[in-house]
């Protein structure tokens, strides 16, 4: 039977509103989730259908339902400001609508030629069934279009609404997967009683939930707002009920995601972006998140587009807002790369064993700006190095530079260094030192076969020459069998003894008797001398070794001069 119901438009209204602005069927379904929303639905099933009958989606609510009246004066009618007519909130009073221009119902003109509404009101004993066609739309005459309204049987208590989409513009199938990760950035319901679930043709349920995405996100660092921001960003919000999750993940986030998006009453207010701030520092790539704003929807002033994808800032009340996310995406920007310097280092303490800042801290001459330099390439936030080429970096530079590279790259003898490392990787430069001169002293005094005497005594009468004569400990051996001059070999055995005697006067001397903290105080002896003394002594142990190697003595014999 033709109704008495009547649509009023002009027909490029409704191209343009719903055919042209709603062409992606998440947002077009976003509408009708939203109207279930509004009327107290507290379950949504958005239904995939590919059969015998063709391609179809079917969005049904257990909302309140419509009677006739409310087809009429409300449901059909373009342009109806709700919140201006007092109706802010849902019939129970329990949520603040979404709605606000009558406009979604032309979103579906987007999607499909055909509109078939099954509605109905708890008490009621009928189904009604509306049936809007494009087709008959743009044929109509005048700006009146009147659809057929068909009533059915029903029970009682039932109630909700029932909107499938036909003769669909697509002509590939719908992804009820893709479909489902669409939907969930649209929507940002708190409520717990409010679901809402993508069926496919298969019958498999996929819930909607803003939430799994960013829980499925491998996670640096994640911040909850207002609970995690500093004190001057918690006070400086515009609104003390903005509420949301900023997440900075441990691989670059898809473009489509990066950056805040904005939730208005739990529906997409604007998509994510860095609202002014500047994308060009690679942190950027790793922020996703998003902030619910509810208020910025509660005056009667409309700064949401039509198609809720982006915000109007020319108000006060946006502009500051706008200000605001800029100061809070530039703090995140620079706590995610803290934190993921910080992991990073971490990590490679946890793989490697290697404590980066203790690394570099552990070199005390110039070159440990450039080692600092380099290691910072392996922990930067902003590194795009695969896992293989770190670890290949970090050994390359710990080759060149280990722990206390200074005393590394002196390249100590083995007698000199297991004697001294302990003490100078502990800040113990004097110690180093006087530790590796006994242990000179006391090898020297054993191959010499020499009693227990003074270091001075020691070294003198193992080293010491007189004329062309070698020493007790002749360092020349291996080099008169390989021709050396005569001269040549007199200045070696000198240079052998006088430095023997140098070290221990201008080392084991000063620590004798000088205190400690005057030696470091006025610089008489610093680290740098301390290295310089450890090189000497290892100089005069290969020296001296080489002797021992050529000769060996016999420890209960002296040997003859």
């Given amino acids: 039977m033709r109704s008495h119901l009547t649509l009023l438009f002009d027909p490029l209204t409704i191209e343009h509103l719903g055919y042209k602005m709603y062409s992606h069927l998440p947002n077009a379904l976003a509408e009708l989730i939203a109207n279930a929303y509004d009327a107290d639905a507290t379950k949504v099933q958005v239904i995939l259908r590919d059969d015998e009958h063709g391609r179809s989606v079917i969005v049904q609510d257990d909302g309140h339902g419509m009677n006739l009246s409310d087809l009429r004066e409300k449901y059909l009618r373009i342009g109806r400001n709700r919140r201006v007519e007092g109706e802010g909130r849902s019939e129970s009073g329990r949520r603040a609508v979404a709605g606000k221009k009558g406009l979604g119902k032309l979103a579906l003109f987007g999607i499909g030629e055909t509109i078939l509404l099954t509605t109905k009101r708890r008490g009621a004993s009928e189904n009604l069934h509306v049936a809007l066609s494009w087709t008959e739309i743009k044929n109509a005459t005048g700006t009146e279009y009147h659809p057929d309204l068909t009533r059915s049987g029903a029970e009682v208590d039932l109630h909700g609404t029932r909107v499938e989409l036909t003769n669909l513009r697509r002509r590939t199938p719908v992804n009820a997967r893709d479909l489902a990760h669409s939907l969930s950035r649209l929507f940002g319901y708190v409520d717990d009683d409010f679901r809402i679930e993508v069926i496919d043709a298969a019958g498999t349920s996929r819930p909607i939930n803003r939430d799994s995405r960013l829980d499925g996100v491998d996670k640096d660092v994640e911040w909850r707002v207002p609970e995690d921001l500093p004190g001057d960003l918690r006070e400086a919000l515009p609104n003390a009920l903005i509420r949301g999750r900023i997440v900075a993940a441990a691989k670059p986030v898809a473009a489509e995601y990066r950056g805040l998006a904005l939730y208005a009453h739990g529906r997409l207010a604007n998509e994510p972006e860095f609202y002014g701030v500047s994308e060009s520092s690679y ?24 198609d809720r994808r982006s915000i109007s800032w020319d108000s006060d009340l946006t502009a500051e807002l706008n200000r605001y996310l800029q100061r809070l995406l530039q703090w995140a920007s620079r706590e995610r790369r803290s934190a993921r ?29 450039a080692v600092g330099d380099a290691a910072s390439i392996l922990v930067s936030p902003d590194s795009a190095l695969a896992d293989e080429d770190r670890t290949s970096l970090l050994k390359s530079l710990r080759t060149i530079a280990p722990d206390y590279a200074d005393l590394h790259w002196r390249h100590l003898h083995p007698a000199i260094k297991v004697v001294s490392d302990s003490y100078y990787e502990s800040g ?20 010499a076969g020499l009693e227990n005497m003074e270091a001075s005594n020691i070294v003198s009468n193992a080293f010491s020459v007189s004329g062309n004569d070698p020493a007790r400990l002749d360092i020349t051996r291996p080099y008169a069998e390989a021709g050396f001059d005569v001269k040549t070999l007199r200045t070696m055995r000198m240079g052998q003894w006088k430095l023997s005697e140098g070290a221990v006067a201008a080392f084991r001397n000063p620590f004798a008797h000088e205190e400690e903290n005057r030696l470091v105080e006025t610089e008489a002896m610093t680290y740098q001398d301390c290295l310089d003394g450890l090189s000497i002594l290892s100089h005069l142990y290969r020296h001296f070794e080489r002797a021992t190697e050529a000769a060996p003595p016999d420890e209960n014999t002296i040997p003859a001069s």
């Fill in 341 to 369: 310097r910080n992991a990073n280092k971490e990590r490679i303490k946890t793989d490697h064993g290697v404590d980066v800042d203790t690394w570099v801290d552990s070199i005390r001459s110039s070159e440990r700006d």
């Fill in 283 to 306: 942190a950027f790539s790793y922020l996703t998140g998003y902030l619910d704003v509810d208020y910025i929807d509660d005056g009667v002033a409309d700064v949401i587009s039509t």
């Fill in 428 to 447: 113990h430069f004097h110690a180093a030192l006087s530790e590796a001169l006994k242990r000179f002293v006391n090898d020297v005094r054993r191959s």
